[in-house]
């Protein structure tokens, strides 16, 4: 992931709570910064699910991925706590017919953990 995020070659887009993503909230396991990856975009899963907990129609899902910035044409790796929550990412953008998607399974939990990490904080 370091050398992706150096060569700015992929789109990272994590499932995790803004509050965890931004690094106002702390992250569940002991010892762990929460924040996010540099140029990494934030898309909670639950965003995806109405209330019932069933998956938006394409066009509102498309919309929510539109917000965020995220660009649907360039390569995409999806990423939260530990790589299970973004399997919805990547579930939703396959049914939207998004195809160059790939799973980050170590997520947020190893790339944290390397002391060489960039980990950006949108607050103090």
Known sequence: MHQHIADNDLQVIDARSAGRFSGKDPEPRANL?????PNSFNMPFNKLADANGCLLDKATIKALFADSNLDLDKPIVT???SGVTAANL?????????????LYDGSWTEYAAHAD???????D
């Open 90 to 102: 990547c579930f939703a953008l396959d049914y939207i017919g998004i195809k160059d998607v790939t």
């Open 117 to 123: 990490s960039i980990i950006i904080k949108d607050v």
């Open 33 to 37: 910064s929460s924040g996010h990856m």
């Open 79 to 81: 990423t939260c706590g």
